[in-house]
T-cell receptor, first 113, second 114 residues
Framework: GQQLNQSPQSMFIQEGEDVSMNCTSSSIFNTWLWYKQDPGEGPVLLIALYKAGELTSNGRLTAQFGITRKDSFLNISASIPSDVGIYFCAGFRKPSNTGKLIFGQGTTLQVKP | NAGVTQTPKFRVLKTGQSMTLLCAQDMNHEYMYWYRQDPGMGLRLIHYSVGEGTTAKGEVPDGYNVSRLKKQNFLLGLESAAPSQTSVYFC?????????????FGPGTRLTVL
């Protein structure tokens, strides 16, 4: 099935550094979602974006809905060890009577104290 | 609210055995989904349901069956487990999917088939 192109696949950074990751698609989406999955847990919704150009923050996290509607970006500022995990983007396209999301492959983040 | 819960958390099966994974949500969501997660493969949709009494195939439905007899529960069955079904299984639910399509996930079931 279709998947989003998420990059980078993995990152190993020093505590305190900023992090950027993105998702791209050849198709237009109406909603972009960003999830985080802690080791051994299920994905947890971090940020939801519903409008092209929208910029939304959640603490140290900031996500943007690309103007073309074909991409989205997630930034984490001043990373800390608990930021470790896998970050997934997900896109939703209207019309839909199933609510199905299309997921990226995930970005694995490791933070060195 | 407990959100989305899954039972069991862990299970080991022998090839050919059967089992049922239970997903329950207390958010009155219409839509429910079953995914499997394998290393390097991301989340793949197995089956989904858009309401009580309805089910539909997702991306990787072979070897699995589902039932949605009650709105709050979504069951995933493995009739004859195979080693290829070793995976982590996640259930998710969403309100309706037409406008507010945020999916909320359970904690997962880690299944090993020997």
């Amino acid at each position: 099935g279709q998947q989003l192109n998420q990059s980078p696949q993995s990152m190993f950074i020093q505590e305190g550094e900023d992090v950027s990751m993105n998702c791209t698609s050849s198709s237009i989406f109406n909603t972009w979602l960003w999830y985080k999955q802690d080791p051994g847990e299920g994905p947890v919704l971090l940020i939801a974006l519903y409008k092209a150009g929208e910029l939304t923050s959640n603490g140290r996290l900031t996500a943007q809905f690309g103007i073309t509607r074909k991409d989205s970006f997630l930034n984490i500022s001043a990373s800390i060890p608990s930021d470790v995990g896998i970050y997934f983007c997900a896109g939703f396209r209207k019309p839909s009577n199933t609510g199905k999301l299309i997921f990226g492959q995930g970005t694995t983040l490791q933070v060195k104290p | 609210n407990a959100g989305v819960t899954q039972t069991p958390k862990f299970r080991v099966l022998k090839t050919g055995q059967s089992m049922t994974l239970l997903c329950a949500q207390d958010m009155n969501h219409e839509y429910m989904y079953w995914y499997r997660q394998d290393p390097g493969m991301g989340l793949r949709l197995i089956h989904y349901s858009v309401g009580e009494g309805t089910t539909a195939k997702g991306e990787v439905p072979d070897g699995y069956n589902v039932s949605r007899l009650k709105k709050q529960n979504f069951l995933l069955g493995l009739e004859s487990a195979a080693p290829s079904q070793t995976s982590v299984y996640f259930c998710a639910s969403s309100y309706q999917g037409l406008v507010n399509n945020e999916q909320f996930f359970g904690p997962g079931t880690r299944l090993t088939v020997l």
